[in-house]
């Protein structure tokens, strides 16, 4: 039995596999809320609970591997994770699970190794494009942060290179946006592109275009304020909800844009994260596409590369299973 998971600052997506030769089949699986456990290892230990309850499919099975991704850096077999409460320890985990070793991956690696493993009703196309084979690939993520992620080809397989680019410098592409990093300026010491691209950055958004409209949850400690301009920009029930829809929208595309010229991505570039999927009829209506091939004199070439969501918000969870199942060599 495989264990894996996506550890993500909201909730933590884990799940049992087991080996069917060379490929996986999902056993149980379970979302938690991360702030809700003192430690990862506390929350393993209530998975592992629940997929040993009555009738579940994952009672009295031995764990033989184990793979996790998370956003962060994995360092000396600990990940440091920027919106977790507690730091990953790969030694304290597998003493836990009784295993030699514990796969600790970055989030946007785990998604990338999924890319081969999914089938097609896991992708939904926003650009056909004219692949190259073999070609380099890329993967951008949106939700809690902003992950980037590149696949090269070493002429046998894809490897993946993990990326912080979520964390380089916002860079604004109009004249709203210019207005937007003045706004972002004052209040922050770093306006990273993920300030914007990401859950936190729909609230960014709304107070710039209209600081004296206040939905319910902008002020509530409990309140998911992203959820509400997401859910009122897609009814388009408030102006401002969908205003700041497409501006954030046009900034991911530009993003992503970005992403596909720094790293000649004419294999592809996948749009992944827990935003895209709930969005996705809004990622489909031009402006993301616009935003993405919108590049001067590079805007043939950008027209060229496939473009597609993954709409399986568990593929870093396959990832990491498949890593472990590799690197465990079981």
Sequence with gaps: MILAGDVGGTKCSLGLFAKNGPYLRS????RLATRDYSGFEDLIGD????????????????IEAAGFGSAGVVVDGYLHARNLP??????????????????LLNDLTATALSLDRLGSSDFAILNQGTPEHNATKAVIAAGTGLGEAILFWDGEQYRVA?????????????ELEIQLLTHLNEQLAHVSCEEIISGRGFLRIHEFLDPSLRHPSFDSPEGDAA???????LAQSCPVCVETMRVWIEAYGAEAGNMGLRTLALGGVYIAGGIAPKILSKLRDGVFLRAFCGKGKFASVLSRIPLS?????????WGAAYQALSEGDI
């Design 27 to 30: 056993v149980f699986q379970s």
């Design 47 to 62: 998975f592992l609970e629940r997929a040993a309850g009555p009738n579940r499919s994952g009672r009295g099975q031995e």
């Design 86 to 103: 507690w730091v990953l320890n790969g030694s304290a985990l597998a003493q836990k699970l009784h295993l030699d070793k514990i796969v």
């Design 162 to 174: 993990a990326s912080e680019g979520g964390q380089a410098d916002f860079a604004p592409h109009n």
């Design 227 to 233: 959820k509400e301009i997401t859910e009122r920009g």
């Design 309 to 317: 969501v993954v709409v399986n918000e568990d593929a870093p969870v």
